[in-house]
C-alpha cells in the first residue's frame, strides 16, 4: 500500500515512516501543505493538521475537492471541534497524538476496508506539476507484506530515534512486575506503595492516583533512587511504540509531584529522565510493613 505522510515534524515522521514500512507500506514523506497537494495520493493520505505553510485543514479540503482518497488526520489538537470540522470536511479519521503505531496500522486497515466497500474503484491523483513547491522524501521498502508483519509485531520504535531498534522478542515488564509475586506493599519512606490492590499511602492518608500516574510511581518505585530514561518510562507505562510529543508524561510527573505533596520526592535530571528519591535509612525501613 503506498502512504503519503504530511508530517513536518522530523522526529514523529522519521520513525513512522520506518515502523510503517515494517508493516509492508510504502511511505512517501512530505514536509509541508504545498509538497502534499502536488505529490501522488497513493492509497491513503496521514495529514498532520499543524503544518509550516498552511493549515491541514485546509489541505484536507483540497484533497478532497479532486480525490476520494483515504484520509487520516494526525494531529495535537484534541478538541471536538477540531474533529467535527476535520471530519466533516471529509477526513475519514482522526488520530489524536501521541499514539502507538498499532493504533495507527489498525487504523489504516479499518479505513481501508471502509473505503473500499464504499468505494471500490477509487481512482489514484496524479502528482500536480507543481513539484517545486515542496520537497518529497520517498521511503520504500521491498520485504513481503508478511515477513515485515512479524518483524513488526515484536519492534519497538521510539520517537525521535531514527535508527532501526533492536529486535526484541517479548513485551516489556508491566510497572511492578518483578514484585508480582511479593504481595506485601513496599514502603519507602513515608509512601506506602501497595501493587496488589494498586492503593498509594503518603504519611498514613490515601492517595487518589490516575491509572498511569500509578505505573509510573511503581515503575520509579522498582529501583527507588536509580533513574528511569524518558523513553523507558514512556515505553513501559504508554506503549513501546508510542509516537508523538513526550509532554504527557511531564504532565503525569507533575500530577504525581503534587499528589505526593512535596515535588523533591521525583528528581528529574536534566536529558536523562527521572528517579523517585529516597531518604537515609531507606534501606532499613523498607520491608517493615504495617
Known amino acids: 500500500m503506498q502512504v503519503l505522510l504530511v508530517e ?3 522526529s514523529i515522521a ?7 514500512a515494517r508493516y509492508g507500506f510504502t511511505v512517501q514523506w512530505v514536509c509541508t501543505g504545498d509538497a502534499a497537494l502536488d505529490a501522488p495520493r497513493g492509497d491513503m493520505v496521514l495529514l498532520d493538521l499543524g503544518l509550516p505553510d498552511m493549515d491541514g485543514i485546509d489541505v484536507c479540503r483540497e484533497l478532497r475537492q479532486d480525490s476520494d482518497v483515504p484520509i487520516i488526520m494526525l494531529t495535537a489538537r484534541g478538541t471536538e471541534a477540531d474533529r467535527v470540522v476535520g471530519l466533516e470536511l471529509g477526513a475519514d479519521d482522526y488520530l489524536a497524538k501521541p499514539f502507538s503505531l ?14 473500499r466497500m464504499t468505494a471500490p474503484a477509487r481512482h489514484v491523483v496524479p502528482a500536480g506539476h507543481g513539484a517545486g513547491h515542496g ?3 520517498s521511503a520504500s521498502y521491498g520485504a513481503s507484506y508478511g515477513a515485515a508483519y512479524s518483524t513488526a509485531r515484536h519492534a519497538a520504535v521510539p520517537v525521535g530515534t531514527a535508527a532501526r531498534p533492536a529486535l526484541v522478542t517479548a513485551m516489556p515488564e508491566a510497572p511492578g512486575a518483578r514484585r508480582a509475586a511479593d504481595a506485601s ?5 513515608d509512601i506506602r506503595i501497595d501493587r496488589r490492590t494498586r492503593q498509594v499511602h503518603v504519611a498514613g492518608r490515601p492517595v487518589t492516583l490516575a491509572p498511569k500516574e500509578f505505573d509510573v510511581l511503581a515503575l520509579l518505585a522498582e529501583d527507588p533512587g536509580a533513574v528511569c530514561s524518558r523513553q523507558q518510562i514512556l515505553g513501559t507505562v504508554w506503549d513501546p511504540n508510542f509516537f508523538g510529543p513526550t509532554k504527557t508524561l511531564d504532565v503525569h510527573i507533575a500530577a504525581l509531584r503534587r499528589k505526593l505533596g512535596d515535588p523533591r520526592r521525583i528528581e528529574t535530571l536534566r536529558c536523562v529522565g527521572f528517579r523517585l ?10 520491608d517493615k510493613v504495617s
Open 14 to 20: 522519521e520513525p513512522l515512516v520506518d515502523g510503517l
Open 8 to 10: 513536518d515534524d522530523v
Open 185 to 189: 506493599p513496599q514502603i519507602i519512606g
Open 277 to 286: 528519591t529516597v531518604s537515609p535509612g531507606y534501606e532499613a525501613r523498607a
Open 135 to 137: 520537497t518529497a522524501h
Open 102 to 115: 498499532r493504533e495507527l496500522v489498525a487504523r489504516i486497515r479499518a479505513v481501508t476496508r471502509r473505503s
